[in-house]
């Protein structure tokens, strides 16, 4: 069997999750296990939804083109989630279905080009989403993408802007250029997060401190000072508005940027801690800010905070949507919530809608999205196993166990206390351990030996759970102590 180190104190920082084998097996004598899982639905309305536009009928020796996505702001469009491991998942016409070409692997931010089609990137691909499924665009061929690109952008015209911590990347349409950062010239531990390009293919480039635009053949710096935020900013995100402003995601601010006015920062309530962001297709907003959500609509300016265990079953947020409808969508460790501009909700607990559990990485909702959500039904569940073992092999005997969607490093009484789903208990004599009733998803482990807790970091191990059958992890050995 595979044994696979357990990383570092847990309140230390996080390192790569270890990889495992997977085993259908019966689990061992389980042991004496609590769990804490909770889910609430309420369905939304059901609407008359619209159509996709159909592709024009092909001649007979030739497939059929694919179907564009329409996108209309105010009119019902589908939901995408992007999950760890399993790709992209459509949500429309009530159900859930993974898009063919992108229902596996990890990908990264998908956005609406500034073409109006739909774009998804992972680690060495970024293709466009029609009606038909996922379709590279640039990478794996012969317009390969010179560098890992941590964000990119997608022209009118088909151009593509990228950007790497040392590199920014164009891709003209038959061939990719790049610049080194040095060109920007940023000082220490400052790089290029995030571009974006606006209708009028003119180019946007925030590093983490500074926020650039392209005039010609260079690009020109944009003042921030008359915004009034504190610096540094911290700037990781870039969107596009539907009136072809620009926004900035900084660390504490969010700023607006129209044409060649002065720099406005938005006004959310006091300070904050933002993470993640989402901008509708008319213009609403919605931002993680640690354990909350703020909303905004451009229409009435009104601020809408939805708190984690409030306004949306608690769990660690990891992504958010928002639609033209008011509806702001929440990944977390609990699953997917979709909270209404009224407060009621609709919430897919982990394993209650299976094409969805684990962890969700974006969501990108197009118009006022689905005019039809699916019921939750039932929590899907599988078992889980493995052994823990000290460096010299000796196994790690009767000691307590966490398994959870992300145990915590830092934490007030144990790493799984605070998760939405929790499963403890001990190991056995032989350091094995057996929970045989999870619901489908990623988690983590954390166990207690010497008076200190040590973990896992969560999402990567338990990938290949499935309903009504039992995974094995693995050996899981614990750091050496250097």
Partial sequence: ???????????????????????KSAPPTPVEAKTEAKAEVKPDAKLEAKPDEKAEPAAADKPAPAAP??????????????????????????????VAGADTGSFKRMKVGADGQVYAANYSQIGRIDNAGFAVVAGDGDARIPNSLSDYAV?????????????????????????????????AEDYPQ????????????????????????????????PARARSPYYLSRLELAPDDSVYALGMDSVFHLVGAEPAKKLKLGGAGSYSEFSVS?????ALVDVDKVTATRPADGK???LRSGKSFNKGSIWAVGADDSGRVWIGSDFGLSIVNADGSKTEFASGAAPEIAGEIKGILVLGSGPATLPGAGPVRKGGLKGTIAHPDDKPVADAPIEVCPNPGFIYTKTPCADQPVRFTGKTDAQGAWSFPEVPLGEYGVAVKVGGKWMTTLGFAMNSAMKEGEVHDIGLIKLADKK
Avoid at 71 to 97: H, M, S
Avoid at 172 to 184: C, F, M, P, R, Y
Avoid at 281 to 285: H, R, S
């Fill in 69 to 98: 996505l329409t996108i209309t702001a105010g009119a019902p469009g589908p939901a995408f989630i992007a999950v760890e491991k399993k790709g992209i998942v459509r949500l429309d016409d009530g159900k859930f279905t993974p």
């Fill in 281 to 285: 297709t008319a213009g609403d907003l």
């Fill in 155 to 187: 022209a009118g015209d088909g151009q593509i802007w990228g950007v790497s911590y040392n590199a920014i990347d164009h891709f003209d349409g038959k061939a990719w250029t790049s610049e080194a950062a040095t060109v920007l010239a940023l000082g």
């Fill in 194 to 225: 995030a571009v974006t390009v606006d209708r009028a293919g003119k180019a946007w480039l925030a590093s983490s401190q500074k926020l650039f635009v392209r005039e010609g053949d260079a690009w020109k710096p944009v003042d921030l000072k």
């Fill in 1 to 23: 069997m595979l044994a696979v180190p357990l990383l570092m104190l847990a309140c230390d920082g996080g390192q790569p999750a270890p990889n495992s084998e997977t085993k």
């Fill in 303 to 305: 601020l809408r905070v």
